[in-house]
């Protein structure tokens, strides 16, 4: 599919193979993340309503029914992709997921580790951080310098941010790349700080950036 406002050619459906119930399997994958969110199943209805619409529809196998993903939890999935594998019985979906996916509450169904990969992404680094800052300040610990901050609250807090930025600013004057990507690290700190403190999340943020990047 290339891009939303191009009119979609829907006759390629027909040659699908789909199976003796009429399904097939739709892979769904966060277009941002790359995380593989679900799988679920599709007909060549919903599968329609999905590609005219640009938001996911799927078959329910237990209801007999369509169901537009989100229409009673809010969590949505905006359609951005959509591809077919070689064998012509699987597709996927790439989706701009809002909220979660999963009926649980995760963020992805795909959540029962068995084996992990060591190496963490770039986001779930940051995710990882603002999870720790957001358990220190509900779960606050001895000599923590993240749990100071919470309690002196918001002034110090931006006092830091501004502090911080200062030296950035001054970083980058001296031209010094390690002292620059040290108080940046120092900067996104107390950024997470302020953020877990005001209630703002990361999804906040990066919705914020998907709309400028609009």
């Known amino acids: 599919m290339q891009g939303d406002k191009k009119e979609i050619d829907l006759e390629f459906i027909d040659n699908l193979k789909f199976d003796e119930k009429g399904l097939i399997p739709a892979v769904v994958q966060d277009i941002d993340s790359k995380e593989v969110l679900m799988l679920a199943y599709m007909n060549k209805e919903s599968m329609k309503e999905t590609l005219i619409n640009k938001k996911a529809c799927y078959f329910s196998r237990s209801r007999k029914a369509l169901w537009t993903k ?3 939890s ?7 992709g959509f591809y ?3 064998d012509k019985d699987t597709v996927l979906l790439k989706v701009r997921q809002k909220g ?5 509450g995760s963020y992805s169904c795909f959540f029962n580790e068995v084996l992990q990969n060591s190496e963490m992404s770039q986001k779930e680094l940051i995710e990882r951080l603002y999870d720790l800052i957001k358990d220190r300040k509900n779960n606050p610990k001895q000599d923590s310098y993240t749990n100071y901050l919470f309690e002196k ?4 807090i931006l006092k830091k941010v501004g502090e911080e930025s200062a030296e950035v600013i001054i970083a980058a004057k001296n031209e010094a790349k390690d002292e620059i990507v040290y108080e940046i690290s120092d900067l996104i700190y107390h950024v997470l700080v302020l953020m877990v403190n005001s209630n703002v999340t990361i ?6 950036l998907k709309g400028r990047e609009r």
């Open 70 to 72: 989100g229409e009673t």
């Open 74 to 80: 809010g969590n949505t999935q905006e359609l951005k």
């Open 84 to 86: 077919y594998d070689c």
């Open 100 to 104: 979660v996916a999963c009926h649980t």
């Open 153 to 156: 609250g918001l002034d110090k």
């Open 203 to 208: 999804e906040d943020v990066l919705e914020e």
